[in-house]
């Protein structure tokens, strides 16, 4: 067996393997968008108030409020402007703190993977085009 044999079989091998791993990251990062939607940044008022504190933001064309728990005030640093995110498809619901980096993070690594398998298909056919 040629060099140029061994490398091609190598980065074939390696380019499946990266490519289902990618198909494997990439479908679950977008079953998680699907299953938990898309959060859209905002700023929220938190006001305090005698009988609780209220957080108020605009989203979609419209003002929304709720109240907040006891923990969610205590971990509010900056009431009169807090960075807050509400999810698309639900105006109404409101996170004060970033969405999770899983989802990012798993995305991420899948297009890591898919350019590792197209390098390798790519590694892979040169040798066989000059042989």
Do not use: C, N
């Not at 998680?32 to 006001?47: M, P, Q, S």
């Not at 728990?69 to 509010?76: C, L, P, Q, Y």
């Not at 995305?107 to 790519?122: D, H």
Request: aromatic share 8%; glycine share 8%; proline share 5%.
């Amino acid at each position: 067996m040629e060099a140029s044999e061994v490398v091609s079989v190598v980065a074939e091998v390696i380019g499946w393997t990266a490519l289902g791993g990618a198909l494997a990251f990439l479908l679950l990062a977008l079953l998680i968008r699907v299953a938990d939607g898309r959060w859209l940044r905002t700023e929220a008022v938190v006001v305090d108030q005698e009988h609780g504190s209220t957080v108020r933001w605009f989203a979609e064309g419209a003002f929304h409020q709720r109240r907040l728990s006891s923990d969610e005030r205590a971990h509010v640093l900056r009431p009169e402007e807090e960075p807050a995110y509400y999810k698309e498809r639900e105006p109404d619901r409101l996170r004060l703190h970033d969405p999770p980096a899983g989802r990012r993070i798993i995305r991420t690594v899948g297009f890591v993977l898919l350019a590792i398998a197209f390098v390798a298909g790519a590694v892979g056919t040169v040798p066989l085009l000059f042989s």
